[in-house]
């Protein structure tokens, strides 16, 4: 996949200052992005601020990116529609590659509806860092748990272009992990998340 850069002298890449292994050091664990994907109501929020503090709990620096939080700030400019979401995961993944870049461990809770986008996302973060994470819970459970009435506002066509009602959902091929939150409880998950990055990145 090819990312466009802009094409202008007036802007030069500089080495990454600081040395990675002195970050490693002071972090006692590797970067990571752990992009969470998944349906409206899947539990990606729940489940990556959950991780977080078993994170902190134990001393690993690391960092929530919620789609809900991105988009009433730096991403508040941006609508639904397919070049406005690509936009809006083409930016987080550059501020999860940021964070990575600091040492910090980032849980990125998007929908992120295109496997193209979060193909581009992988590209940006760094194979070595980007970890895909799909919670699988199905539309008629989602829509179930949705307190804020959202799929039925959808559906009554209140709310346009909404993600597995009048927008696709391309469902990951190969994620490098798959949770079915329909099935399995948030602890359940929590767990084994935290007990997978700490056997690869702490």
């Known amino acids: 996949m090819h990312i466009s850069t802009p094409e202008t002298r007036e802007i030069t890449r500089h080495a990454i200052r600081g040395d990675r292994d002195v970050r490693r050091a002071l972090l006692h664990q590797r970067p990571a992005t752990l992009w969470l994907t998944g349906l409206s109501g899947a539990g990606k929020s729940t489940v990556a601020y959950a991780l977080e503090r078993c994170l902190l709990g134990e001393g690993h620096a690391s960092f929530v990116l919620d789609g809900d939080e991105i988009?009433?700030?730096?991403?508040?400019?941006?609508?639904?529609?397919?070049?406005?979401?690509?936009?809006?995961?083409?930016?987080?993944?550059?501020?999860?590659?940021?964070?990575?870049?600091?040492?910090?461990?980032?849980?990125?809770?998007?929908?992120?509806?295109?496997?193209?986008?979060?193909?581009?996302?992988?590209?940006?973060?760094?194979?070595?860092?980007?970890?895909?994470?799909?919670?699988?819970?199905?539309?008629?459970?989602?829509?179930?748990?949705?307190?804020?009435?959202?799929?039925?506002?959808?559906?009554?066509?209140?709310?346009?272009?909404?993600?597995?009602?009048?927008?696709?959902?391309?469902?990951?091929?190969?994620?490098?992990l798959s949770f079915d939150t329909a099935v399995q409880s948030v602890d359940c998950v929590v767990t084994a998340l935290f007990d997978w990055v700490k056997s690869h990145y702490c």
């Not at 799909?134 to 559906?155: P, V």
């Open 71 to 176: 988009r009433r700030g730096l991403n508040r400019d941006l609508g639904f529609s397919p070049v406005d979401r690509s936009e809006n995961i083409r930016r987080s993944a550059e501020v999860a590659k940021l964070m990575n870049d600091s040492g910090i461990i980032v849980i990125a809770a998007f929908i992120s509806p295109y496997r193209e986008d979060r193909a581009m996302a992988r590209l940006l973060v760094g194979h070595d860092r980007f970890v895909e994470v799909f919670l699988a819970a199905d539309a008629i459970t989602c829509e179930q748990r949705d307190t804020k009435g959202l799929y039925a506002k959808a559906r009554a066509g209140v709310i346009p272009e909404f993600t597995g009602i009048s927008a696709p959902y391309e469902v990951p091929t190969e994620p490098d």
